[in-house]
């Protein structure tokens, strides 16, 4: 019987059936383990289960020497060296697609959120300080016929861009390849230059894989192009978004606000975040419903069922 590890806890269903098909060890305690201690516990390993935030580096990947699948529940698969995994012949997997409409859910609450200053409304309430309705307290801004920006106009860009029709709004987006006529008909969605996305947004939202190329692709040039009405919504990953850059333009009142649920170097998120008044932040909870945690576990359960058992998975990782 192959022998696997499941990284992160994972609902007992899961375990259920990887028991029925494997040796498991599962870290269902949910410790945090360092890349040493993840190495130590994939050693003797055919397969895992990980997650988006396990350090599978290279060092890690290259002392699991009889590991040969390795399937995150995750769409994101930053956290693993490819390249290691190639020179090792590991097939390495993820979870598309079963988190779009969940991920698109939340960028919307937190674009919602942010714009009608939900969040410090309720706290305001709840410390007791609300004596008398007031004409003009708590104004926000409009979400209905406001202009959405999307950068990368992938799965979960047209999950959010076809939940803005119900709001009227003008969708704009940006892809290194524009998408066909017939998808932009769809999310009612038109294509423009970088530079016209962030200067029309009122929404601006990055949606696109992180990876070396877009590292701070939305810096200090690209914030500098907005119009101080705008707002940033962040569901994408840390490192897209040049959090230095984006605390010095919430400081100076230069974008109306941000909705972050990724940093850079989560959790220990920058400090000066928590100093801020126009920014909402939520711990990486994109695709954070049972419903769907339970369908990544599963499709993950499929690929290494799939990749131990010679077969080919379902959603592999293609490098
Ligand atoms: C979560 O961040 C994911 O990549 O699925």
Redesign the pocket.
Known sequence: MHKILVTRRVFDEVLERLGRHFAVEANQEDRIWTAEELAQHLADKDGALSS?VDPLDASVIERASRLRALCTI???YNNIDLAACKRAGIVVTN?PEV?DETTADLAFALLLASARAIVPAERWLREGRWRAWKFDAWLGADVHHATLSILGMGRIGQAIARRAAGFSMRVLYHNRNRCDAALERRCNATWVERETLFAEADFLLPMLPYSAAVHHIIGAPELALLKPTARLVNVA?GGIVDDAALIAALQERRIAGAALD?FENEPALDPRFLALDNVLLTP?I??ASQATRLK?AMLAVDNLIAVLGGQAPPSPVRF
Do not use: I
């Open positions: 988006a995750a769409v994101g979870t988190l990953r990724v990486h994109g695709s990544m």
